[in-house]
């Protein structure tokens, strides 16, 4: 008989996402099985038990998805993961905490090639400003975007908080160039801004039309919200590099469905990876980011 193709998908949550379980069965995994309110503690049982029960060649087809709406907790998962295989019983790990990772992805691969295709210029050294940047899509928006040599300003209500998670972005990812900045200083930092990304709640504007009229020199703005108002005015859901009318410097605006194909297509790829490997892999941003690359 055929083994199964088992994913053991772990959240911190009271439930699994049936987005990634959509996601998980599209990509060819054929059984899948929900852990929901799992602890950091308890990483250590599940994964053991999870390799122990297979044979290696069956091994191959047996993967760990770590959900949840944690992006540090998320990276720990893997790594508490990592530390408890036994190789030659390892299996591939993957986290998509929200889906943050592959959105994150998603949205910093289109802007960068629009960037490039019409601006000639790349990530290396923009001005980006990410707005609502302190949950899980602004956080991994911000670590990419830094690691290909931006200079970002992560920016939420409170600057405090801002600040300290500018700092994790830092410290724990080795980003360098991650700074925090209060919501209410937002018109100075599109005054020098290359790149807007909108990583806040959903249904909540946070560029307006004033904003982008005042705004000299913007190049692209991108919006991950696809709930009414639009987070960034001016774009639309469907918008991939379309000029932003009132926009003195031509603004080009990429809507929350543009960013939504690539990252499905991302977590698709991430997902497939994970049982055609020849070896276990470890998925996170920086993989769903090359993926996000490749389809845009
Ligand atoms: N397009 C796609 O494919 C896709 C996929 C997944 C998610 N999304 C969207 O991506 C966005 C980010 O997701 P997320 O899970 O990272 O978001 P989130 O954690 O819900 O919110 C991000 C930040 O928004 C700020 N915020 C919350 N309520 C606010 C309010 N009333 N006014 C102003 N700011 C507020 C908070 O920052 P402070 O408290 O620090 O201000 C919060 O940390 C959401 O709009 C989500 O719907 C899109």
Redesign the pocket.
Known sequence: MEKPYLLHLITSEKNASPFDVNMAYDAGWTNITPYTNVEQSEIQTLVQDAIFSRSTSALTKTGIFFGG?DTHEAMDMIEEAKKHMVPPFEVSVFADP???F??AA??VAITEKHLKDKFSQNLDKSNVVIL????????ASAVICAKAGANVTL????LE??EK?AGICNDRYDSKNVKGGA?ADKSNFFNAADIVL???????Q?MSEEHIKNSNTLKICAD????PPS?IAGVDVMDNGKVIDMSPSKCLGIG??A??NI??KSQHECLKLMYTSEKPVYLDFEDAFKFAQKSV
């Open positions: 709406r929200s889906g943050a592959t959105t998603g949205m609502g940047g302190t949950g899980p899509v602004g956080v920016v939420g209500r409170s908080k801002a998670i919501d909108n990583t806040g709640a959903a249904g909540i946070l991950t919200n696809a709930v987070g929350a469905l960013i939504g990252k499905y």
